[in-house]
């Protein structure tokens, strides 16, 4: 495949599978009480009654494929209607279907249902984004006149905030996947059909989603275990109907059932419907089984202001954990598409070194297609805002064993769709850490958003850590520090993450001495800026007055600085080497030092700060001086500051 190829494919904005790893749902396992809890505080009321005996076929389709209207088509042929959950930020775009065609849909007699605004992982999301993405699918869907009353969880990922959210939403119900028996492995213990009175209607199971490998004896077996055991409700998923083959890339979905397969199965199912009387099977939408009436739309929260300024990825070093079990970061999502199978792993040590953490994708079983990690595409909550016709520069560390790697990019449009929007050139493999840096072309005159990650797209291992991304219009440079200067990363990130603004003439001035005040704004500044303890000043010889007089008295309040015996701080007073490992030390809560970190001959055990300076070289923030001396006495000048304030975020990263 040449750079150009790769360029120019259409690549996935989502997981291919329904259900991310490690989420399979059970939740028939769950005490009957449990559920009959869930529901009473949901407020439910059980359906209209159905016959016993019964088995009820719904047909639905998930994700809102073009190739799902012959489908459709095919079905309201033979008088059987389907389900059709559509994600809002999908539609009107290539490849997928229209308002018009989901209008015909419902007045063909078929059912329109929500499926999230953009596919999203809706146990992995915060509560405002949670509510954004349920209850902003359904008003968009009712703002183009369709009928709205049914949900189906993306992923099948859902846990009790995402069930009372839809509840909140005015969903009457939400099918999940993955808890009636079928071929799938694991399932065998499972019921034979969900039960036409679902005991919580906010999670009705479903069989696994139908895929490729399914033929039309598998599907039809879904139908007539139930009709052999009692009945019951038998809601069957579909995502592509045809060949599944993207026409850009040319890459197949593998959630594809083949035309043949699929009007072999429906000509099937109608007959039984048909003639059946000893097992009678009835095809119906989720609403008719449900049977409630439609209720009010409710919106949802707005959307974050837009972040502009500084690192725009949030979780940069993903060293913070995902919500609810998630197996990524959070704010971080999984992606990919074609053949291939991706697993996710979060690994140690990570760039920084011992301390942090790294996320590491195997792609294996590679035929099409890539896999890659991405800022979570959502509606606000975490993907990094962009304004048009500004260009990105985006930086990321990275091992690649077993083949190249890239930046893969995303935008979001105004109407809440994610698109791929392009690729960078590659990367080299490498067993090393390496960093990765590219600049993005001007980002699309419709974007709001941008997710950018690096990908994988052969059987190989790629390890990635402290990614960065930075609108240029407000990147930093210093008139003093050319790129050939020793710590011009160091003092450039500094800057690009408002640490440090330099001075007015356009200058650092690496070479002078820090003095105290601008070394206590620079720790504020670097812990973001919080909120100050109120209290009364701290310092007699730091008035209100001064400059860095909230970063001072921060400093104080959280125990990292405790002024001299005269009971000033000194602002002006220069820092010693040996003072900004005390500094750096006590951020991070003055931890325990190992017996086995590193000594300078210049530093000992009688030093004031001989564990401080010891603690900093042992985590790598500090390597001392060619002659192996740590000179703590002298002065440190905002350059090495910066170096060192650099590699303790690489070692104790903020994570969100």
């Not at 033979?78 to 018009?100: K, Q, V, W």
Request: hydrophobic residues 40%; negative net charge.
């Amino acid at each position: 495949m040449t750079l150009l190829q790769r360029n120019t494919a259409v690549s996935e904005p989502r997981h291919r599978a329904e259900r991310p790893p490690g989420r399979r749902k059970a939740r028939w396992l769950a005490a009957s009480t449990t559920v009959a809890l869930a529901a009473s505080l949901l407020g439910l009321t059980a359906p209209a009654a159905n016959a016993v005996g019964e088995t009820v076929v719904t047909l639905t389709f998930d994700d809102a494929n073009a190739d799902q209207i012959p489908a459709a088509a095919k079905i309201n042929s033979l008088g059987m209607p389907g389900t059709f959950f559509l994600p809002s930020g999908y539609m009107n775009r290539p490849n997928y279907m229209t308002t018009a065609q989901a209008q015909a849909l419902q007045a063909a007699g078929n059912e329109i249902g929500g499926h999230s605004v953009t596919h999203a992982d809706l146990a992995a999301v915060g509560p405002d984004e949670l509510a954004r993405q349920v209850c902003g699918d359904r008003a968009t869907l009712s703002g183009y006149g369709l009928d709205v009353q049914n949900f189906a969880y993306p992923f099948a990922s859902a846990n009790a905030s995402a069930e009372a959210a839809v509840a909140a939403c005015n969903y009457n119900s939400a099918r999940g996947l993955g808890d009636i028996r079928s071929k799938v492995a694991g399932s065998e213990t499972f019921p034979f059909a969900e039960s036409l009175t679902p005991a919580n209607p906010y999670y009705t199971g479903a069989p696994d989603q139908l895929d490729e490998t399914w033929t039309l004896a598998d599907i039809q077996s879904l139908v007539t275990q139930a009709q052999a055991n009692g009945g019951g409700w038998v809601q069957l998923t579909f995502h592509h109907i045809g060949t599944g083959i993207d026409p850009v890339s040319g890459v197949k979905d593998p959630l594809t059932v083949s035309t043949e397969v699929f009007n072999q199965f429906a000509d099937w199912l109608a007959n039984q419907e048909a003639t059946n009387t000893t097992n009678p099977v009835q095809v119906k939408t989720v609403k008719e089984v449900i049977n409630k009436p439609t209720k009010a739309v409710i919106a949802g929260p707005p959307a974050p202001a837009p972040r502009t300024a500084g690192n725009l990825i949030k979780n940069p070093s993903l060293e913070t954990p995902g919500l609810n079990g998630s197996l990524l970061p959070r704010c971080w999502q999984g992606g990919g598409y074609g053949t291939n199978t991706r697993t996710f792993s979060n690994v140690s040590p990570g760039h920084g070194g011992t301390a942090t953490a790294a996320q590491q994708l195997v792609v294996s079983g590679y035929a099409t297609g890539d896999g890659k990690l991405l800022p979570q595409l959502d509606t606000g909550e975490c993907a990094p805002s962009a304004t048009p016709g500004h260009v990105y520069e985006v930086k990321a560390w990275y091992k690649a064993v077993g083949g190249v790697t890239q930046f893969d990019a995303h935008y979001r449009t105004a109407q809440g769709a994610w698109v791929y929007w392009t690729s960078s050139p590659w990367f080299a493999a490498s067993d090393n850490w390496v960093q990765a840096k590219w600049d993005t072309p001007a980002v699309p005159a419709d974007a709001t958003a941008i997710s950018i990650g690096l990908n994988l797209f052969a059987n190989g291992t790629l390890t990635t850590d402290n990614y960065e991304l930075y609108d240029k219009v407000g990147v930093k440079t210093f008139t003093d520090i050319p790129s050939t200067f020793l710590f011009y990363n160091e003092i450039s990130w500094m800057a690009n993450n408002l640490i440090t603004t330099g001075y007015a003439d356009g200058t650092f001035k690496p070479g002078v001495t820090l003095d105290r005040g601008m070394m206590a704004a620079f720790l504020y500044r670097f812990a973001g800026s919080p909120a100050v303890p109120a209290g009364p000043q701290r310092f007699p010889d730091v008035p209100t007055t001064h400059d860095f007089y909230n970063e001072i008295q921060w400093l104080a309040s959280q125990n990292i600085t405790r002024g001299f015996a005269d009971g000033g701080y000194h602002p002006y007073e220069q820092v010693n080497r040996d003072q900004m490992a005390a500094f750096l030390y006590r951020m991070n809560g003055s931890p325990a030092v190992s017996a086995t970190a590193p000594v300078f001959p210049d530093v000992p055990a009688g030093n004031g700060f001989y564990n401080e300076v010891r603690w900093l070289a042992d985590m790598g923030i500090t390597f001392g001086f060619a002659d192996g001396t740590f000179r703590p006495g002298a002065s440190i000048n905002r350059d090495q500051v910066a170096a060192f304030i650099y590699r303790y975020n690489l070692n104790f990263p903020k994570g969100m």
